[in-house]
């Protein structure tokens, strides 16, 4: 066999071990070191420890750890409680008032936690009980759950925009000023489906009687003050200092941590049972994450000294595809893979394959990465793997069944691909912003 | 075994636990040095070494108590739905086949790593007069051994667990809210109870 067959087989195998569930970071060394030591021999040693000090001392990913800790204090100041109220008795005149609420709570709380599973469930706890007691349509109520829970892994301060900036080597600061209008956009068409839909059929979310809007504007401006405007100028604060380049990501993640435990302590949250929970949770996901790109990095070194790389390009370059058939494929087999795999494995392990292409095609990788970030919110929630479903399922009450939450997810899976043909057809909504700041 | 077992765990844990407070002191630093840079138009020197030595320090020493709570990512499409016996099998094999030679990779390399480190007294060259990094790069050997020991305590487990269809208890630690919510469901609390033990005001309440 020749190298780049080498190479091939090597991938090959990964796939197989990914398959079988065994822990993808320890493979992806393994296989680094296995394969490495045919290619180079003793070579292979430096080359894996440097790949891991890489890692260690890479001041992109420093901003991982800062705001998973940030989401978890924020995910347990019970900020979510208050924004849902408020938000619920403030948008009491916009028809499907509680369904929108819900959406906008969703979108602002996985903003500042980025944890999809702690959002669809808190929110499938608190707020999808009261649309379904107030008469709201199954199928929309647990579709606004879902779909508005997955939006914190887009809209930034993400940190899967950290993950692709540091795997693609693209600015964090214009990935986030890129992702910031299609992530509006795509809050906006979800919300324009819910309103849209109830003004057709107006059974399927209910007016809400008097008396549970009836809600003097004084308390509601009170109410607003007191939750949905610290939290959101915190979010402001991290976002604008980043984007006007006033801080590094890590320095305004390390700021929004410090602003987190303060609106815990503000809220009366701050114990040290919490402090400890988020730091030794943020440590394991952090490890976890960190651990991924050691094996990524070393494992896409040994591949490209192999010759992998060449052949998929080979393989692509046979395929005679345009730019615009490529992106469609490269987007198909994301989503795919988005079936079995969780969004840190595709950014950190498959996104590195497709990098050459997307330069040899002379697609921006910045774009890319933006029409990626809206494609993995498809994998959290189409049918069969949606992970989001499974933890609406997880709390919801008995009589919703799994394929009634299918069904709910299924019409925002539609809305994230308008979303991507509307970002295609016109990429300013991206990269008009990073021009102009930038 | 079950008690060698706990004493591996419990090692790991203790390790990735007492690393795991670099991220407040991350938190505090970094904000500080912000905070020295616009206030005080004063920087501090330290600051950018101190980030990167810091978040590094807390994710490689972290690996082997994220191991011991089994939370290193797996794609468990098929895993998920395999009987134990399956699983523990597949993960022996792959901890001999795949896990030991990595692990050991690893240690080997950062020794000679480090060493060349402690010789040259080698310090940072991002700020005059950087801080030394041999002891920040003695971790990647010293978080080697930790994981090996810890893939030892894994090893073991699998081997009961091939053996009785079981996977033998881990020590009790604090879970992702989702996993904590779904467990909870699971027993049969209803979401208002749920929520009352978070703390947490359900609609009705706050009616009143």
């Given at each position: 066999?020749?190298?780049?067959?080498?190479?091939?087989?090597?991938?090959?195998?990964?796939?197989?071990?990914?398959?079988?569930?065994?822990p993808?970071a320890f493979?992806?060394?393994?296989?680094?070191?296995?394969?490495?030591?045919?290619?180079?021999?003793?070579?292979?040693?430096?080359?894996?420890?440097?790949?891991t000090?890489?890692v260690m001392?890479?001041?992109?990913l420093i901003?991982v750890p800062l705001?998973l800790f940030?989401?978890y204090?924020?995910?347990?100041?019970?900020?979510?409680?208050?924004?849902?109220?408020?938000?619920?008795?403030?948008?009491?005149?916009?028809?499907?008032?509680?369904?929108?609420?819900?959406?906008?709570?969703?979108?602002?709380?996985?903003?500042?936690?980025?944890?999809?599973?702690?959002?669809?469930?808190?929110?499938?706890?608190?707020?999808?009980?009261?649309?379904?007691?107030?008469?709201?349509?199954?199928?929309?109520?647990?579709?606004?759950?879902?779909?508005?829970?997955?939006?914190?892994?887009?809209?930034?301060?993400?940190?899967?925009?950290?993950?692709?900036?540091?795997?693609?080597?693209?600015?964090?600061?214009?990935?986030?000023?890129?992702?910031?209008?299609?992530?509006?956009?795509?809050?906006?068409?979800?919300?324009?489906?819910?309103?849209?839909?109830?003004?057709?059929?107006?059974?399927?979310?209910?007016?809400?009687?008097?008396?549970?809007?009836?809600?003097?504007?004084?308390?509601?401006?009170?109410?607003?003050?007191?939750?949905?405007?610290?939290?959101?100028?915190?979010?402001?604060?991290?976002?604008?200092?980043?984007?006007?380049?006033?801080?590094?990501?890590?320095?305004?993640?390390?700021?929004?941590?410090?602003?987190?435990?303060?609106?815990?302590?503000?809220?009366?949250?701050?114990?040290?049972?919490?402090?400890k929970e988020s730091v030794f949770l943020t440590a394991r996901t952090s490890a976890m994450v960190c651990w991924l790109f050691v094996?990524?990095?070393?494992?896409?070194?040994?591949?490209?000294?192999?010759?992998?790389?060449?052949?998929?390009?080979?393989?692509?370059?046979?395929?005679?595809?345009?730019?615009?058939?490529?992106?469609?494929?490269?987007?198909?087999?994301?989503?795919?893979?988005?079936?079995?795999?969780?969004?840190?494995?595709?950014?950190?392990?498959?996104?590195?394959?497709?990098?050459?292409?997307?330069?040899?095609?002379?697609?921006?990788?910045?774009?890319?990465?933006?029409?990626?970030?809206?494609?993995?919110?498809?994998?959290?929630?189409?049918?069969?793997?949606?992970?989001?479903?499974?933890?609406?399922?997880?709390?919801?009450?008995?009589?919703?069944?799994?394929?009634?939450?299918?069904?709910?997810?299924?019409?925002?899976?539609?809305?994230?691909?308008?979303?991507?043909?509307?970002?295609?057809?016109?990429?300013?909504?991206?990269?008009?912003?990073?021009?102009?700041?930038? | 075994?079950?008690?060698?077992?706990?004493?591996?765990d419990s090692i790991s844990v203790w390790v990735g636990k007492g690393f795991a407070w670099a991220v407040l002191l991350l938190?505090?630093?970094?904000?500080?040095?912000?905070?020295?840079?616009?206030?005080?138009?004063?920087?501090?020197?330290?600051?950018?070494?101190?980030?990167?030595i810091l978040y590094g320090t807390l994710f490689i020493m972290a690996g082997a108590y994220t191991l011991s709570r089994n939370g290193h990512v797996?794609?468990?499409?098929?895993?998920?739905?395999?009987?134990?016996?399956?699983?523990?099998?597949?993960?022996?094999?792959?901890?001999?086949?795949?896990?030991?030679?990595?692990v050991?990779?690893l240690?080997?390399?950062?020794?000679?790593?480090?060493?060349?480190?402690?010789?040259?007294?080698?310090?940072?060259?991002?700020?005059?007069?950087?801080?030394?990094?041999?002891?920040?790069?003695?971790l990647i050997?010293i978080a080697g051994f930790f994981l090996?020991l810890q893939?030892?305590?894994?090893?073991?487990?699998?081997?009961?667990?091939?053996?009785?269809?079981?996977?033998?208890?881990?020590l009790?630690d604090v879970?992702e809210?989702?996993?904590?919510?779904?467990?909870?469901?699971?027993?049969?609390?209803?979401?208002?109870?749920?929520?009352?033990?978070?703390?947490?005001?359900?609609?009705?309440?706050?009616?009143?």
């Open positions: 066999m020749t190298n780049p067959e080498i190479g091939v087989l090597m991938l090959g195998i990964f796939i197989v071990i990914i398959l079988l569930g065994y993808i493979t992806l060394i393994a296989l680094a070191v296995g394969f490495g030591y045919y290619a180079m021999g003793d070579t292979v040693f430096p080359l894996l420890v440097q790949r000090y890489g001392s890479n001041d992109v901003s705001f940030m989401g204090i924020v995910e347990r100041s019970n900020i979510l409680e208050r924004l849902f109220y408020t938000l619920q008795v403030a948008a009491k005149n916009i028809p499907a008032s509680l369904a929108v609420a819900a959406l906008a709570t969703c979108a602002m709380f996985a903003t500042a936690t980025g944890i999809v599973g702690a959002v669809v469930t808190l929110m499938g706890l608190l707020a999808f009980p009261v649309m379904l007691k107030s008469g709201y349509d199954v199928k929309l109520s647990a579709g606004v759950i879902t779909a508005g829970g997955c939006l914190g892994i887009l809209i930034p301060p993400s940190i899967m925009l950290i993950l692709y900036g540091a795997t693609a080597g693209v600015s964090v600061v214009k990935l986030y000023a890129g992702a910031l209008f299609p992530g509006f956009m795509l809050a906006g068409l979800y919300m324009i489906y819910v309103i849209g839909r109830t003004l057709i059929n107006p059974k399927l979310a209910p007016k809400l009687p008097k008396e549970q809007t009836d809600v003097p504007f004084k308390k509601v401006f009170f109410m607003l003050m007191t939750s949905f405007f610290p939290l959101a100028f915190m979010i402001a604060a991290v976002l604008g200092a980043i984007l006007f380049g006033l801080a590094t990501p890590s320095e305004a993640a390390a700021l929004g941590a410090l602003g987190a435990i303060g609106l815990a302590f503000a809220y009366g949250r701050l114990n040290f049972t919490m402090m094996g990524s990095w070393s494992f896409s070194s040994v591949f490209s000294i192999l010759g992998g790389h060449e052949v998929v390009e080979h393989w692509f370059a046979a395929m005679q595809l345009s730019p615009i058939q490529f992106l469609i494929l490269a987007q198909l087999i994301i989503f795919l893979l988005g079936w079995p795999l969780e969004w840190s494995e595709i950014i950190i392990i498959f996104v590195p394959i497709f990098l050459p292409l997307v330069k040899f095609y002379g697609i921006d990788p910045l774009f890319f990465g933006i029409l990626v970030a809206l494609n993995i919110q498809t994998s959290f929630l189409t049918p069969p793997m949606a992970m989001a479903a499974y933890y609406l399922k997880g709390i919801a009450p008995p009589n919703v069944s799994l394929t009634q939450i299918f069904a709910g997810c299924l019409p925002f899976v539609f809305m994230v691909i308008i979303a991507m043909v509307l970002l295609y057809t016109f990429p300013g909504i991206a990269l008009w912003l990073p021009n102009v700041l930038y | 075994m079950q008690r060698f077992l706990l004493a591996i938190t505090l630093t970094t904000s500080y040095d912000v905070f020295m840079r616009y206030v005080f138009r004063d920087p501090t020197a330290w600051g950018y070494d101190a980030a990167y797996r794609g468990d499409v098929l895993y998920r739905f395999m009987p134990v016996r399956w699983q523990a099998g597949i993960d022996l094999s792959l901890y001999f086949l795949f896990f030991f030679p990595a050991i990779a240690m080997y390399a950062g020794f000679d790593f480090a060493k060349l480190s402690w010789i040259m007294k080698e310090r940072s060259a991002a700020s005059p007069d950087g801080p030394p990094l041999y002891h920040f790069k003695t050997p090996f893939g030892i305590a894994e090893t073991i487990r699998c081997i009961i667990g091939v053996r009785t269809g079981q996977w033998p208890p881990r009790h879970e809210l989702e996993k904590q919510i779904l467990e909870e469901a699971r027993e049969g609390k209803s979401g208002s109870e749920i929520l009352g033990e978070m703390g947490i005001r359900d609609a009705e309440e706050v009616k009143k």
